[in-house]
């Protein structure tokens, strides 16, 4: 089928004109301007969070907690890759657009999941080794018949909605530094609003501005202060460079704004998340110490300039890679008897803020998961109350430290469900061994990670993490329920006003719960596991929902399958109460890998782990712990193991986007990487000995 007979299918009804003169032509998305954004539409998905206060909620109830027992698989499409899938999807006019790894963007009938077009930005796959974590886009916007996708080498590129084709193109980093992009792009007020990651890689964190229409830079915001001996970029960073000491602005600063953004139009308020700082511990990067200004922090900015109203920092002076980057969401909610326009944010470091988001006011924050490294936060100040002695990073003696810098919540977005008033988290337990790196040298080599840290070298010091869908009441600051998970890296979540809560799990499973209680309603296994964000929308009186499932496929969970392919394609899978399609196969158990000789001289180990730290920890995740986007190689299988040399030195594996590092690593150190990956396998077997004899 053509791509003009499906947009004459998917657009029929948007093209008849109300005088009865003869249809026209409407691309999807023509009337997706800022009264479009701001009051949402019926029916369909225009921007990443749903809305601009990014509530995730819809009020679509067709499918209810009474009849999603009747969910079954619609339609599916392949996604084409074994990388991470991590996008929304947005639908508007009948058409659903979908981004994948390196930024790839389709079209698709939204019915039919028929192709209507692809564009490939050609990302050079070298590119890949730059980034954290793994080469993921989280979606694109819709504006006036435009579709806008940041691409992971840095460039903003509007399409034609209807043709895929670009209209204009923008580079938005210095391509000479570190800096990557895999968020979704925002649309405020005429424009188009995107950040960037690359902390770690020496980068200075920025949110930028761009005209919707010509694609003309309006404003940008840097989040931390530049080199001392140059003019500040406003009066905002002549305050925080008082914050920070020591020539912290030759690795960057960091507080790169690499995901969450929301928007208030009474207010006329944006706000953007900040991450980490580069390294990682603040005795390496600002020595004198100080808090790091604007660090961990959640900033509100005037949309028409950039210019800071008010800000929050979540961790000061922060040492654990406790990022505010994390999903933020808008809401009016009755405290204290009155009724107060609140912020939420449950970022990585473990405590969920309630901030009055007219002023940045603390209103209340509490610990949603196990928090070791501090007591609370001052109701007063405002600041955390540190444990004492958490920032006595030792070489030699790791800090076990709650939560570890995946975070107690990442990336994947949390839910409101104003009905039942509950915040829908997907949180995470875990633990991590803090050790302060004494050779640290920073770095500009492209993929070599900043962060100051010796990963764990022995056996006994990672313990498992653990997920699980954490339903949280901000008004009372307590948990009302929560599901444990098998898996310890799993979905976004999605409220709806069918009393439901989808929710995507990394063993393979797509489930709704009721959103009141908790109950496990339906459940639909995926063939892959489900880190992707779900989302909703109607077409001819059906609703749909719809999640993306790939977090590297089989490969991330059980190295190679048995046919030697690396890992299971990743997949768009869609869902109605009258669907026809074939229901994918449900994901194998993981096995325990088997036990291999290894050399354990410690030694040797804390020289493997630091090369680890260094070149691979970006993509295969802290401590040989997959971050869920790509292969776990503590499950590859002994073949893969032996061919180290090939895939890291010379690019065996590069057409799936592992490059070589043949220019920066040798053999010796590529077998020393080896031995620390085995060890990190080994912990798993000697876990599952230990369960046995229980």
């Known amino acids: 089928m053509s791509a003009m007979r499906i947009w004459g299918i998917a657009l029929l009804a948007a093209s008849v004109v109300a005088t009865g003169a003869p249809a026209q032509f409407r691309p999807p998305g023509w009337f997706v301007d800022d009264g479009a954004l701001r009051k949402g539409h019926k ?53 659903m657009f979908v981004s994948s790894a390196w930024s790839v963007v389709y079209a698709l009938d939204a019915k039919t999941g028929d192709l209507i077009w692809k564009y490939d930005p050609h990302v050079d796959r070298n590119y890949g080794r730059r980034a954290c974590c793994d080469v993921v886009n989280r979606g694109v916007a ?22 895929g084709k670009p209209v204009w193109q923008t580079p938005t980093v210095d391509h000479k530094r570190g800096y990557t992009i895999t968020g979704a792009p925002r649309i405020v007020k005429g424009k188009v609003l995107i950040g960037n990651g690359g902390a770690e890689m020496g980068v200075r964190g920025y949110i930028t501005a761009y005209n919707a229409d010509t694609g003309e830079l309006a404003w940008r915001v840097y989040t931390v202060p530049g080199d001392p001996s140059k003019p500040q970029e406003s009066p905002a960073l002549e305050k925080a460079l008082k914050t920070w000491t020591g020539k912290f602005w030759e690795a960057g600063g960091g507080g790169t704004v690499w995901d969450s953004m929301a928007f208030d139009p009474r207010l006329d308020l944006l706000y953007v998340g900040t991450g980490n700082g580069s390294p990682w511990m603040e005795s390496l990067r600002s020595p004198e110490g100080g808090d790091n200004l604007f660090l961990s922090s959640i900033l509100a900015l005037k949309p028409d300039t950039g210019e800071l109203v008010w800000y929050y ?38 405590f ?27 109701q007063k100040t405002g600041r955390p109350i540190e444990a004492p002695g958490v920032r006595s990073q030792s070489p030699l003696m790791p800090m076990m430290q709650k939560p570890g ?85 799993n979905g976004g979540t999605l409220a709806t006003a069918g009393n439901l809560v989808f929710e995507g799990a990394g063993d393979g499973r797509f489930v709704a719960y009721s959103a009141d209680r908790g109950e496990k309603l339906w459940e639909s296994p995926t063939g892959v596991g489900v880190i992707g964000s779900p989302m909703t929308y109607t077409l001819a009186g059906h609703q749909y929902v719809a999640v993306l499932a790939g977090w590297g496929g089989a490969a ?30 449900a994901v194998a158990s993981r096995a325990v890998p088997a036990a291999l000789d290894y050399n354990k001289d410690l030694a040797y180990l804390q020289k493997g782990s630091a090369l680890y730290a260094a070149h691979c920890v970006m ?42 590092f043949g220019d920066r690593l040798k053999p010796d150190e590529v077998e020393a990487i080896r031995n620390y990956v085995l060890d990190r396998r080994a912990a798993i077997t000697k876990t599952s000995e230990k369960s046995n004899r229980r």
């Not at 991330?556 to 994918?584: H, Q």
């Not at 499950?635 to 490059?659: C, D, F, H, R």
Request: net charge negative.
């Open 619 to 660: 993509c295969h995740g802290i401590a040989a712990i997959s971050g869920g986007s790509i292969a776990d190689l503590r499950y590859s299988n002994e073949s893969t193991l032996k061919m180290y040399p090939k895939i890291v030195l010379e690019g065996a594996y590069q057409p799936m986007g592992m490059p070589p």
């Open 313 to 350: 920092q979540t961790t000061p002076g922060d040492s654990w890679d406790y990022t505010a980057t994390q999903h933020m969401i808008l809401a009016d909610l009755t405290i204290g008897g009155r009724v107060r326009k609140v912020l939420m944010q449950a970022p990585k470091n473990g």
């Open 142 to 163: 819709i504006y006036r018949a435009r579709v806008y996708v940041a691409t992971l080498d840095g460039y903003l590129i509007a399409l034609d909605s209807a043709t």
């Open 556 to 585: 991330s969970l059980f190295g190679e399958n048995r046919s030697g392919k690396y890992g299971v394609p990743g997949r768009l899978l869609v869902y109605a109460l009258d669907g026809k399609g074939k229901t994918p196969p």
């Open 43 to 95: 029916g369909e998905w225009l921007t990443h969070g749903l809305d601009y206060a990014e509530t995730r909620y819809s009020p679509l109830d067709l499918i209810t907690a009474a009849n999603v027992k009747q969910l079954s698989l619609a339609w599916s499409f392949d996604m084409e890759t074994r990388r991470g899938l991590e996008a929304t999807p947005l639908v508007s006019d009948g058409v």
């Open 352 to 378: 969920f803020y309630v901030l009055d988001r007219a002023t940045g006011e603390l209103i209340s924050a509490k610990a949603y998961a196990d928090v070791g490294w501090a007591t609370g936060v001052d």
């Open 405 to 489: 810098p995946l975070g107690a919540h990442n990336w994947q977005p949390m839910s409101f469900h104003p009905g039942t008033g509950l915040v829908y988290i997907p949180a995470r337990m875990d633990a991590f061994p803090y050790m302060k790196d004494p050779k640290f040298v920073f770095s500009l080599v492209p993929g070599v990670w900043n962060y100051g840290q010796i990963a764990s070298p022995t056996n006994d010091q990672l313990p498992p993490g653990s997920g699980e869908l954490l339903a949280w009441d901000p008004v009372k600051q307590e948990a009302r329920w929560r599901v444990p998970l098998e898996a310890d890296w």
